[in-house]
Nanobody, 121 residues
Framework: QVQLVESGGGSVQAGGSLRVSCTAS????????MGWFRQAPGNEREGVAD????????LYADSVKGRFTISQDNAKNTVSLQMNSLKPEDTAMYYCAAGPFRGGRCSYNYWGQGTQVTVSS
C-alpha cells in the first residue's frame, strides 16, 4: 500500500503563490504516475497536473498551464506543485495521487488526504 503525505497549501490573495508537496512511501512502479487533482464544493474532481516519475514527462490541465509547475525530487520521493498567479477559481481541496503507468495511461490507485488551497479576491 502506497502512503501519500501532503503538505503545504493554505490561504493567499489572488495573484499570489502557494506550493503543495506530496511525499510517497515508495518510488516504484506503483508511483510511476504522480499527480495533483482538485475538488471545489459542488464541483467534480478535476486533474490539475501529472508527472511520469520514470521519465519526467509533465502534463497540465489547460486551466493551469503557464501558472502551475509540477516537479519531483527523486531522492525524497516527493512531488511538488508550485502554483503562481493564483485565482479565486483555484480554490479547492487539492489531492495528491499515485499509480502505475499501464497501457499508455496513468491509473491512479492511491490518494492522499488532501490539503486546502484558498484564494481570496
Amino acid at each position: 500500500q502506497v502512503q501519500l503525505v501532503e503538505s503545504g497549501g493554505g490561504s493567499v490573495q489572488a495573484g499570489g503563490s502557494l506550493r503543495v508537496s506530496c511525499t510517497a512511501s515508495e518510488y516504484t512502479y506503483r508511483t510511476a504516475c504522480m499527480g495533483w487533482f482538485r475538488q471545489a464544493p459542488g464541483n467534480e474532481r478535476e486533474g490539475v497536473a501529472d508527472i511520469l516519475t520514470f521519465s519526467g514527462t509533465k502534463l497540465y490541465a489547460d486551466s493551469v498551464k503557464g501558472r502551475f509547475t509540477i516537479s519531483q525530487d527523486n531522492a525524497k520521493n516527493t512531488v511538488s506543485l508550485q502554483m503562481n498567479s493564483l485565482k479565486p477559481e483555484d480554490t479547492a481541496m487539492y489531492y495528491c495521487a499515485a499509480g502505475p503507468f499501464r497501457g499508455g495511461r496513468c491509473s491512479y490507485n492511491y490518494w492522499g488526504q488532501g490539503t486546502q488551497v484558498t484564494v481570496s479576491s
